[in-house]
T-cell receptor, first 109, second 113 residues
Framework: KNEVEQSPQNLTAQEGEFITINCSYSVGISALHWLQQHPGGGIVSLFMLSSGKKKHGRLIATINIQEKHSSLHITASHPRDSAVYIC???????????FGPGTSLSVIP | EPEVTQTPSHQVTQMGQEVILRCVPISNHLYFYWYRQILGQKVEFLVSFYNNEISEKSEIFDDQFSVERPDGSNFTLKIRSTKLEDSAMYFCASITGTSNEQFFGPGTRLTVL
């Protein structure tokens, strides 16, 4: 069983829609990352969370440690948001990152 | 803003050849990592490195792989005798040691023919 799961696997949205990507994990963690990967492959860190909620521009990330669940929300989605969004966890400080399978988002004008 | 850099961006090699992938982590970072992503699959951990030695390695990181920090800046991944299945995107990452946030390099795409 994968330690990090994401849903949905693929998502198509109309420009302007509110988007939610979910992540669940089965291990104890010290931190959770949300990452973005564009075609061409580079990985960009969006958020690192250990509790609560973080907001950056149109992106909001939340985490519920008790339920082992995190969500990434995108408000007023735009075609430039089209990318793969990856949830990844660290079990302990300075540990390796365990990656989820990613959610492929396509935002249509 | 400081960033992790990797060279080359794309490497094409023949099966059986040795390759060295290079990474320059952010200068005050202490922990270093290599990951790989086979096309269409999720990113997988290869190895972590701290205080000039391997701190953890995955099952993928067999005797064909080695890592080195030859000087104060570079962090290299060597594959001694490449196989077709080594074709992947290889990412380097580093963290400071006071924060858990990993900073990823842009990746090296390795193609083994």
């Amino acid at each position: 069983k994968n330690e990090v799961e994401q849903s949905p696997q693929n998502l198509t949205a109309q420009e302007g829609e509110f988007i939610t990507i979910n992540c669940s994990y089965s291990v104890g963690i010290s931190a959770l990352h949300w990452l973005q990967q564009h075609p061409g492959g580079g990985i960009v860190s969006l958020f690192m969370l250990s509790s609560g909620k973080k907001k950056h521009g149109r992106l909001i990330a939340t985490i519920n440690i008790q339920e082992k669940h995190s969500s990434l929300h995108i408000t007023a989605s735009h075609p430039r948001d089209s990318a793969v969004y990856i949830c990844a966890v660290m079990k302990t400080s300075y540990d390796k990152v365990i990656f989820g399978p990613g959610t492929s988002l396509s935002v249509i004008p | 803003e400081p960033e992790v850099t990797q060279t080359p961006s794309h490497q094409v090699t023949q099966m059986g050849q040795e390759v060295i992938l290079r990474c320059v982590p952010i200068s005050n970072h202490l922990y270093f990592y290599w990951y790989r992503q086979i096309l269409g699959q999720k990113v997988e951990f290869l190895v972590s490195f701290y205080n000039n030695e391997i701190s953890e390695k995955s099952e993928i990181f067999d005797d064909q792989f080695s890592v080195e920090r030859p000087d104060g800046s570079n962090f290299t991944l060597k594959i001694r005798s490449t196989k077709l299945e080594d074709s992947a995107m290889y990412f380097c990452a580093s963290i400071t040691g006071t924060s858990n946030e990993q900073f990823f390099g842009p990746g090296t795409r390795l193609t083994v023919l």
